[in-house]
């Protein structure tokens, strides 16, 4: 059995709700490392196991910076494979040390593999990770205000991000009389944050049932830059492939040019944004299982009323 005490100190010090392997498989791993969070680092859990065709690296935190909670290949170099375990989505590919690796996240937790050593086949691995145990689970209903290290430390991964530029609120703390919907369709508003210095905000939902499908919104001025690509076309990028169009949407007697961005893989993720009233809105939605184009919809139809 896992050990009780290697449980109680990793829910001490992680903020995230660790995928553990089953008795048999405890067995099988060697190198487990926790480093514990403290006030000038994030969390994680490292360790190696042991499979039929090889071995496997695995690494465990809580992606919380840069887009929060909304990559599913994080790792990846390059357009990954998309694969589904309890309707999530994950991707297997090649990391940043050229070795066969997968992402994938459950909650706030996100899972990375890769392959050591041999020749682990792609169901080896997502055999292994479909095996995992998920450990301590009602963190991951609490919202990202409440455990995300970026949002309780203002601390962003690389200096000043997305995430660092705002201050992080769970919605019942924002006045009461706030124009943004609690939900759209089945997702929740999980954190609202507020421009440190700017007059910008970010809103992160949530899928309702499965709590790792999410969906990032910035209303942000114009005067903050925004890398954005303005491209249309398909197969356009490296690390992910995506397919631009540009939509005109007519909004009181004018017309809005909207960039809408399709991940091209079988569980896409999707890319929106546009400028209305010296406004710079864009919003980030996770690869799901799900169809996601009405949420795009629900989207537009509700930031451009917010903006």
């Known amino acids: 059995m896992i050990a009780q005490e290697l449980l109680d100190e990793l829910i001490e010090h992680i903020n995230f709700s660790p995928l553990l392997p089953n008795d048999n498989q405890m067995q099988n791993i060697y190198n487990f490392s926790l480093r514990k969070e403290t006030n000038e680092h994030r969390s994680s859990i490292h360790y190696y196991s042991t499979l039929h065709n090889g071995t496997i690296r695995v690494k465990q935190f809580f992606y919380d910076w840069a887009f929060p909670f909304i990559y599913a290949d994080t790792n990846l170099i390059e357009q990954g494979s998309p694969f589904k375990i309890n309707n999530r989505v994950g991707f297997i590919g090649v990391d940043y040390k050229n070795n066969k690796a997968l992402s994938y996240s459950v909650g706030f937790t996100t899972v990375e593999i890769s392959v050591f050593d041999g020749d682990v086949t792609n169901e080896e691995l997502i055999e292994y990770l479909s095996s995992l145990k998920i450990m301590n689970p009602d963190l991951s209903k609490k919202s990202f205000a409440t455990v995300s290290y970026t949002a309780r430390y203002n601390q962003g991964k690389w ?35 507020i421009g440190k210095e700017t007059n910008e905000i970010q809103l992160l939902y949530r899928q309702r049932e499965n709590l790792t499908d999410g969906c990032w919104i910035s209303i942000a001025p114009q005067t903050l830059e925004q890398d954005l690509p303005k491209l249309k076309g398909r197969n356009i990028g490296t690390r992910q492939k995506w397919r631009f169009r540009l939509l005109k949407i007519l909004y009181e007697n004018r017309e809005i040019e909207v960039y809408y961005g399709v991940q091209e893989t079988k569980y896409p993720a999707r890319w929106v944004w546009f400028s209305l009233e010296e406004k710079i809105i864009q919003c980030h939605i996770r690869s799901s299982v799900n169809e996601t184009s009405s949420l795009v919809r629900e989207i537009l139809k509700n930031t451009i009323k917010w903006s």
Request: aromatic share 8%; proline share 3%.
């Open 159 to 193: 200096g000043e991000d997305e995430v660092s530029r705002v201050t992080w609120l769970n919605p019942e703390a924002i006045k009461s009389d706030n124009t943004f919907s609690e939900e759209l369709l089945d997702y929740k508003l999980d954190s609202v944050g």
